[in-house]
Each structure stands twice: as structure tokens, then as C-alpha cells.
């Protein structure tokens, strides 16, 4: 998804004109999020880390929380703030992924170098403590609202990247392994896209029930956006991936399509259990007999089908909202989230 796909792949009508507005009101608003990104965090006199800094962002990406941010503003009376609350968010999230690229040792990002292999792991994480650093700058300008969800939503992030370290093997507490990872989704990817569609519509006058159930759609939507990630990194070429392939196998992570490939049964699921049995998966032949096993199993099939279920949660909770063109996004977006994994 790009800011070229908007009308076609997100449920906007080209035929009708409320629609069309909608949509250029929304390209615009991302070219000023994507010009806001580079200027907060550029560190004068500093252009090494400048450099480092932007190298994510100039990457590009899907950019859907600041897409989360401004339709959530749609529905206030007063959009203004709505970049600075996009650019919050999005900032989040590439700190975060500076993080995770340390953790899991990845060596791309969005189809580029990632920083941990262009400048090493200490200075990886540094820059990821100075983007979030840049963020709360940005956050503090939108209010203690802004201030209290962010950090609120940071700790959730923080803990869903702990519980995932854990793995659902290891420490489940009262959780069986299905509860422990939908636990891990959803504070780890659906809490930021909840933020975003929680701030884009406080900062421009939503009423409190519109609020809420943008938070809510927000963690439906983000867990089926997540459970299709994971697919996708089973199911996709690393060419299509813009990362390796597999990088969740490398780091002995199970992700919701292992879980129903390991429960099954037969000679593919007991092949499977010794491999990813003994953690990451760091033999390039074992990865790939890995990948062909889980490729061919249920497992994908059974976690695409729970996906279309959080969608069609977060679709009819979309449809509760005022008729508008960002409801007719948020419903397109419930499919596009999941059509993506096949």
C-alpha cells in the first residue's frame, strides 16, 4: 500500500466526488507527514546523525498509522493538528524498528541496508532512543492527552516485545501459547495503530465516543494487520518482503500460522516440531526445509481465517461510525489488511 493506492485498494469510490476530495486531502496530508519527518529529526550541526536518523524514513513504507491519524481526524471539526499527530506516531514506529532490527539482527529494512548493519548495534540502538526522544518532543506540543497515550502505548510496546522474547513456551503465566501470542499482537503492533486513529481524532474535536471506537478498531485492525505480516513471512519472497524472509524463524519466534502448523498432525508437523523445536533457525537448509513444510501446512490457512475474523470485527465497529469518506476507507482498509496475506 502506497499514497498511489488509496482510492483503489481502500474502499474510496473514484466515482464519487466527496470521495476524490477525500482521498487528495489525504495525499497531501502524508506529503506534509513525510517533510515533517525529515525536519523533526534533523540534528543541525549534527549531519552524521541526521543521516542515521532519516535512513528508515527516506526508505519509505507502508506509512499506514499517519494514513490511521488522519482519517481519524476526518471525523473532528478541526484537522490541523492532525499532522503533528501522524508524525508522532510514525516516529514511534521507526524507533521501534530501529530497536528490532538490534534484537533480531536483521540486515534489511524496507528494502535497504538496515541501520545495525550500516553502523552496528550500539549506535542502532542509540538512534532509535534519540528518534523516540524526537517523538516525545512532538508529543509534548500536542498536550498531556498526546503525552499520556504515547506513553501509555510505549509500555505496551515495550511489553509485547518482552512477552515475545519469552516465547509462548517458556513463561505463559495463566496464558495458554494461542492467548500469549494474540497478547503479544496486540500490544506489540495494535496498540500503535489504535493510538493513531485515538489521536488523529482528539487532536481535531472528535467527540469521546468516536474516540473510543477508533481505539477499538484500531486493535482489532492492527492484530489482523499483524497475523497477515506473519503470514507473509512464511508465505512471501524476500524481494516482495522488502526483509528476509523467515526472519521470524531465524529468531525462534512462533508466530500464530507455527502454532496451528504444530498442532497438526502428520510427518510435516512432527519435521517441523524438531526443527523449530531446538529455537532460531539459523541453518540456511533448515530454514528453507522449514519454510516448504510451513508453506504447505494448514497453519497459514487457519490464521488467515482468524485475520478475516478481527477484520470483520473491526469492519463493523468502522461501520457504527458517521457515513463519510473515512468510514469508507476504515471498511476498505478491513479488507485490504487481510487480502494482502494470500
Same mark, same amino acid.
Given at each position: ?19 476524490? +476530495?477525500?482521498? @487528495?486531502?489525504?495525499? /497531501? %496530508? =502524508? ?5 515533517? #519527518? *525529515? ?93 523516540? +526522544?524526537?517523538? @516525545?518532543?512532538?508529543? /509534548? %506540543? =500536542? ?5 499520556? #497515550? *504515547? ?93 528476509? +524472509? ?97
Amino acid at each position: 500500500m502506497n499514497t498511489t493506492t488509496i482510492v483503489t485498494e481502500l474502499g474510496l469510490d473514484p466515482a464519487d466526488e466527496r470521495h476524490t +476530495a477525500f482521498d @487528495a486531502g489525504l495525499r /497531501a %496530508g =502524508l506529503a506534509r507527514v513525510e517533510e515533517e #519527518l *525529515q525536519e523533526v529529526l534533523r540534528s543541525p550541526g549534527h549531519p552524521d546523525l541526521t543521516e542515521a536518523a532519516t535512513h528508515l524514513v527516506r526508505a519509505g513504507g507502508k506509512r499506514l498509522r499517519p494514513l490511521m491519524a488522519l482519517t481519524g481526524a476526518a471525523f473532528g471539526t478541526d484537522p490541523d493538528r492532525a499532522t503533528s499527530a501522524a508524525v508522532l506516531v510514525e516516529l514511534v514506529h521507526v524507533a521501534t524498528l530501529y530497536h528490532d532490527d538490534v534484537m533480531d539482527e536483521a540486515p534489511m529494512r524496507h528494502g535497504v541496508t538496515s541501520a545495525n548493519s550500516l553502523w552496528g548495534n550500539k549506535k542502532a540502538v542509540l538512534i532509535g532512543d534519540y528518534v523516540l +526522544a524526537c517523538a @516525545a518532543r512532538v508529543g /509534548a %506540543g =500536542l498536550g498531556d492527552y498526546a503525552l499520556r #497515550l *504515547q506513553a501509555n502505548t510505549f509500555g505496551r510496546l515495550v511489553r509485547g516485545q518482552f512477552l515475545e522474547t519469552t516465547g509462548p513456551f517458556e513463561d505463559c503465566g495463566q496464558h495458554a501459547p494461542y492467548e500469549h501470542h494474540i497478547q503479544v499482537m496486540a500490544d506489540k503492533s495494535a496498540s500503535l495503530i489504535a493510538m493513531a486513529a485515538r489521536l488523529g481524532a482528539q487532536v481535531s474535536g472528535a467527540d469521546e465516543r468516536i474516540i473510543e471506537t477508533l481505539g477499538q478498531y484500531g486493535e482489532l485492525i492492527g492484530v489482523a494487520f499483524q497475523i497477515s505480516d506473519d503470514v507473509l513471512d512464511i508465505a512471501a519472497s524476500t524481494t516482495d518482503l522488502g526483509k528476509s +524472509a523467515g526472519t521470524d524463524l531465524r529468531e525462534g519466534i512462533v508466530t500464530l500460522p507455527m502454532l496451528h502448523a504444530l498442532d497438526d498432525e502428520g510427518s510435516g508437523a512432527a519435521r517441523l516440531r524438531e526443527i523449530i523445536g531446538h529455537g532460531p533457525v539459523s541453518d540456511p537448509m533448515l530454514l528453507h526445509e522449514a519454510l516448504e513444510l510451513l508453506r504447505v501446512s494448514p497453519g497459514v490457512d487457519r490464521a488467515l481465517t482468524e485475520a478475516h475474523g478481527y477484520a470483520a470485527k473491526a469492519r463493523d465497529l468502522a461501520l457504527g461510525l458517521p457515513e463519510c469518506p473515512a468510514r469508507a476507507l476504515l471498511t476498505g482498509l478491513s479488507t485490504f489488511v487481510v487480502e494482502r496475506g494470500k
